[in-house]
């Protein structure tokens, strides 16, 4: 945890930082015993989804009204249950059991062996790096510029900056421009990445949040008008493996914290969390905080049965007495979140309003809409309110609101 | 299976801060200026200082219990308000002064707009301000000092050149004003340890920079134009820094947190106007020192300052 600077009146950048491991270090996992898949819009019983159901890896899982993902192993589907996500957001998780080696969906190599791209587009869901194609595929509204996302997002994690070095990514770049007809393809790596040539390549400073979609679309040139997808280098490598008849639904995770080095494994899209912990050798504790994704963005889970998924990149531990609990005294308007907003944002009356259930007032008067989630104004907020969960439960409210005026 | 995680929301990491860390860290910016204060005034001095402390840090736990909220003596803004109160008075003040001085300051200037971050003026200047204006007399420092000799002259500048015009200024050399051998506030007439005082908040990001530096230069700027226009009547500008509470008004009154703007234009014009108004008020007034009046003026305009601010970005 990056503490504040006894003397702080020049700000210390927060950098994304090394975490000492290399492409070399990645361990590879062995096959979980069962892995967990959500689908959103789905329900249990309809569509592919009903216990029993036999399943190939890359086979698509259709939930009833148009979710839908690739399954990421081969196996037999052992539970269907509803489940409410962040914000409330309901979903169907599928577990599978898995039944042993990779038997590949047929109509998938197919296609990839006759290059029948249309298919595949009518295939893609989520791959490994990417979570969601949906936008990407389905050509309304046109995506002009995919950026292929070669920087991490969360301080600390270091699994894109990595494997966007990796071999094979122009070759997947080459493939993934013919399945997704954008006009034009993007490089955003950190500042001195070695290697990646033969591609539009944008260097950012490798500094926090300049690695959020949010923030590379208003700094660099070309993203600013619309119509941008975000892809992350795994993704490209799944198109390169693809194009060489290879269905691989492996994901690099850096896991850290927990009192280890950091390290990096490799393991099926779908795993428990608790299954990556107990094959390192990671004890969980009581009161212990086991977060997927960083420390500025990921998601605390309450159960280590979560699964890492299609965009995980990290899982972090942190022991019980490294938590720093949020506490309910109201903003003492120090502005101290004035001084490191992104974007700008009025965070100190935001904060006012939004603790006062004022949402409409957030959204119109203190830009609750430009905020980009970055939770930099709740990392230094020295009366440590809960701002960043104030704001995406304010934004909640306001939709919820704008739906029922509406409909 | 039954273990417990801990599950909230993102982010996971916190800078450490807290507000009990801002309050000790004025405490202690504010501890050479005392003690050179008690050293100079003596036990009386102490008594005064301690008795404005102890008594808002009371009247604080009072008004905790009475509306029933959590104890918020812990976070140190009530010995912050105790000890800046107690800084501003005389060393020879009646006790119960200083108590009622501490209620209007913790209660009437704080705790009923609803605690530390809800007031909009700094709570030891709505106290200071109701003492000037009921019992002038006793806060009145030719009066209350009247017995002290200590070998420096003895009579409060600000009322010798409002009094005498700018000559009296030269009774006073501006290394005597820097090491407190002057007559005033308990905790505001040892500028040098004021100013290292304050550059330490500012180093430490305690106080926003933008207010002390304008504040000054909007004292230096206003004090050295009524100088140029009659140098007979108004004193320069270095006078009216080092004396009075312009040092104590610049680091420790006006940048409090709730009642001064956080946003940069504001900050600079809160602050530059905070100086303007001082020596207005100390050349034109009634007043001897502008300070408290002045401040107080700029957190009414506060909210309306922190209006213009910049637009946010990704907003049409
Ligand atoms: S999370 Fe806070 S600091 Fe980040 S953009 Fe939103 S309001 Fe600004
Ligand atoms: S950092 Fe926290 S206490 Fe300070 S102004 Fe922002 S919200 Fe208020």
């Known amino acids: 945890m990056v503490k504040r600077r006894f003397f702080n009146v020049v700000r210390r950048a927060l950098r994304y930082g090394d975490a000492g491991v290399g492409l070399d270090d990645i361990e590879e996992l062995g096959l979980p015993s069962m892995v967990h898949v959500p689908v959103w819009g789905g329900q249990p019983g309809f569509g592919d989804l009903k216990v029993g159901g036999e399943v190939a890896t890359g086979q698509l899982l259709h939930g009833s009204d148009g979710g839908y993902v690739l399954s990421p192993v081969t196996g037999v589907i052992c539970s269907v249950v509803e489940r409410t996500g962040y914000l409330g957001r309901r979903y169907v998780r599928v577990s599978i059991e898995v039944s042993g080696e990779d038997r590949f969906d047929g109509g998938l190599v197919e296609a990839v062996g006759g290059s029948d791209f249309d298919f595949l587009r009518r295939h893609l869901v989520s791959v490994p790096g990417k979570g969601d194609f949906s936008l990407l595929v389905g050509f309304d509204p046109v995506v002009n510029v995919v950026v292929v996302h070669g920087m991490d997002e969360d301080i600390g994690v270091v699994t894109r900056r990595l494997m966007v070095q990796s071999d094979g990514l122009l070759e997947g770049i080459s493939y993934l421009k013919q399945v997704v007809r954008a006009g034009r393809f993007v490089l955003v790596v950190c500042e001195g990445i070695s290697g990646v040539s033969g591609v539009d390549r944008v260097e950012v400073k490798p500094v926090y949040p300049n690695g959020l979609p949010e923030v590379l679309m208003r700094r660099v040139p070309g993203l600013s008008g619309g119509g941008v997808g975000f892809v992350g280098p795994e993704a490209v490598l799944f198109f390169s493996r693809l194009s060489e008849g290879v269905i691989d639904f492996g994901k690099v995770v850096m896991v850290s914290g927990g009192g280890m080095a950091s390290r990096l494994v490799k393991v099926r899209v779908g795993t428990a969390v608790g299954d990556i912990l107990s094959s390192l050798g990671v004890v969980v504790g009581d009161g212990d905080r086991v977060i997927l994704g960083g420390p500025m963005r990921g998601r605390a889970v309450s159960d280590l049965e979560e699964p890492v998924m299609w965009d995980t990149d990290a899982v972090l531990v942190q022991s019980g007495s490294e938590v720093i609990r949020a506490e309910d005294g109201q903003c003492i308007n120090c502005g101290e979140c004035i001084r490191v907003c992104p974007v700008r944002v009025p965070v100190n009356m935001l904060v006012r309003v939004l603790a006062s259930g004022l949402y409409e007032e957030a959204a119109e008067r203190y830009d609750l809409d430009s905020c980009i989630g970055c939770g930099l104004c709740d990392y230094v907020c020295v009366v440590r309110i809960p701002i960043l969960q104030y704001i995406m439960l304010g934004r909640q409210e306001v939709m919820r609101l704008a739906e029922g005026t509406n409909g | ?316």
């Not at chain 2, 916190?14 to 405490?27: P, Q």
Request: charged share 10%.
């Open chain 2, 1 to 316: 299976m039954d273990r417990v995680l801990t599950s909230s929301h993102a982010p996971f990491w916190h800078d450490g801060s807290r507000v009990s860390v801002r309050s000790y860290d004025v405490v202690l910016a504010a501890i050479p200026a005392v003690l050179m204060g008690i050293w100079r005034y003596g036990v009386p001095a102490l008594g005064v200082v301690s008795l404005s402390i102890s008594c808002a840090m009371l009247w604080e736990l009072l008004m905790n219990v009475v509306m029933k909220r959590s104890v918020s003596i812990g976070d140190g803004n009530a010995l912050v308000v105790g000890l800046l109160f107690g800084m501003m008075l005389p060393a020879v003040v009646p006790w119960w002064l200083i108590v009622v001085g501490t209620f209007v300051a913790v209660v009437v200037g704080k705790q009923i707009y609803g605690g530390l971050g809800a007031n909009p003026f700094h709570p030891s200047l709505v106290a200071m301000a109701i003492v000037m204006l009921s019992w002038k007399a006793l806060v009145d420092f030719d009066g209350a000092l009247v017995n002290y000799d200590m070998g420096f002259c003895m009579v409060y500048p600000l009322g010798a050149v409002k009094h005498f015009g700018a000559a009296a200024a030269g009774n006073y050399s501006m290394v005597d004003l820097l090491m407190g051998r002057q007559s005033g506030g308990i905790g505001a007439v040892f500028g040098l340890g004021l100013i290292i005082g304050g550059v330490y908040l500012i180093l430490r990001a305690t106080v926003r920079w933008q207010i002390p530096v304008s504040f000054l230069v909007g004292v230096m700027v206003t004090a050295h134009i009524f100088h140029m226009a009659d140098a007979e009547r108004y004193a320069g500008a270095m006078f009216h820094v080092l004396t009075g509470y312009t040092l104590l008004g610049a680091f420790f009154l006006a940048p409090e947190d709730s009642s001064s703007p956080v946003n940069g234009l504001p900050m600079v014009i809160y602050g530059l106007c905070g100086g303007i108004l001082t020596v207005l008020i100390r050349n034109l007034g009634l007043f001897a020192d502008g300070v408290v009046f002045a401040i107080l003026m700029m957190n009414v305009a506060n909210p309306l300052l922190d209006k213009l601010r910049p637009k946010a970005m990704g907003r049409v």
